[in-house]
């Protein structure tokens, strides 16, 4: 019995803390060299997201919490510059640093490997949009960017077999990000930016990830928009889409129904949790997103808002869950993560494997 196809997820997957100096500053403690880096001041400030497709450097940053273009004020408030062997480094803007290395500011950075290069030409691999990116097999993970063209069509990951979770973003001018849990309908999406529920049928494009097997998201035309693709292949605009792919012992990708008690739901994963993101689907309601960095025991109650630049939350705010050896236990009854029948979906990366591959079981916090 394979009990993971990863034995170590820090190869793929890990969390760094720093606190900052004002200045410019490597940041280095990683096992890989990172293709994505999400960045958060755990103060009040907006979220950051680079990648290895688009490169580094000021102008390049994406912002969870808004749905601007790429870009942003790293010129004035520090960007990421560049990846390094075993990190990034930042580089100061004009008045401080604030996104990255703000003196006396504590940050959280969440990082991914991917690594191969893609460069599909259209046709080529069942995709009829040419498409370039990054890649990992073994992880389940690729960066994938492509041009619009205002034509419904496929885009070539990289990966093969079915994606599970979709993060995508137009890069050229202010549109809703569009994520895609495998668990949905195929014109259901969620908008990271936002508290909205389920979007169903939206009318600027979505994203059908549920019949193609050959590593392939398909983008789908919108019903009664003039312009009825523009959240996913608009012309003259380019896109980036974040593709994940289950891997046992490593990520998953999931939904659950909450109880409404303080004894709350528990959804099994087959790994102990390094990083989570739950999102109640039925109303609205914040992108909840936790770590083992942050909170190193249980129970884990420092939470952040994918959706906000708001400061991190602690257990006053009832955002309280348990990191488990094989899952996640809500501790709480609020409706961002345990309402009586609210429907939630999550992504979640381990720390390690419940069970290695030579039978070796995950330690209890």
């Not at 200045?23 to 990172?34: A, C, I, R, V, Y």
């Not at 580089?91 to 599909?120: I, M, P």
Request: proline share 3%; aromatic share 14%; glycine share 12%.
């Amino acid at each position: 019995m394979a009990y993971t196809d990863i034995d170590k997820p820090s190869d793929y997957f890990e969390t760094l803390l720093s606190t900052g100096d004002g200045g410019s500053q490597t940041f280095t403690g990683l096992d890989f060299q990172p293709d994505w880096v999400w960045s958060k001041r755990r103060q009040t400030h907006v979220h950051q997201l680079y990648d290895s497709v688009r490169t580094a450097g000021s102008g390049k940053a994406l912002q969870s919490d808004s749905n601007a273009a790429e870009g942003g004020d790293g010129g004035t408030y520090g960007y990421l510059s560049s990846f390094t062997s075993d990190g990034f480094a930042s580089t100061a803007g004009s008045s401080n640093n604030n996104y990255f290395n703000a003196d006396g500011g504590t940050y959280v950075f969440w990082n991914w490997k991917a690594g191969t290069s893609l460069n599909n030409s259209a046709g080529s691999n069942n995709g009829s949009i040419a498409s370039t990116g990054s890649f990992s097999t073994a992880a389940g993970f690729s960066i994938v960017k492509w041009a619009g063209s205002n034509a419904a069509g496929t885009i070539y990951t990289g990966l093969s077999g079915k994606i599970d979770f979709v993060i995508l973003k137009n890069l050229s001018t202010t549109r809703n990000w569009i994520v895609k849990p495998k668990s949905f309908a195929a014109n259901d999406v969620l908008y990271f930016q936002a508290t909205n529920a389920t979007v169903n049928a939206p009318g600027d494009g979505w994203i059908n990830i549920l019949s193609a097997t050959n590593g392939t998201i398909g983008l789908v035309a919108g019903g009664s928009n003039t312009n009825p693709l523009k959240n996913v292949n608009e012309n003259n605009a380019n896109y980036i889409a974040y593709c994940f792919q289950e891997k046992q012992g490593y990520s998953k990708f999931g939904s659950y129904k909450g109880n409404g008690n303080l004894n709350g739901a528990f959804f099994y994963l087959g790994f102990k949790p390094a990083f989570v993101i739950i999102k109640r689907t039925d109303t609205t309601n914040d992108w909840v997103m936790f770590d083992n960095k942050r909170d190193p025991f249980n129970e884990v109650n420092e939470s952040l808002y994918g959706n906000t630049n708001a400061a991190g939350q602690t257990g006053t705010a009832d955002d309280d869950i348990d990191f488990l050896s094989n899952g996640i236990k809500i501790r709480e009854d609020n409706p961002g993560l345990n309402a009586s029948g609210g429907s939630y979906i999550y992504m979640a990366f381990a720390e390690n494997p419940f069970v290695t591959s030579t039978g070796v079981p995950a330690t209890a916090r």
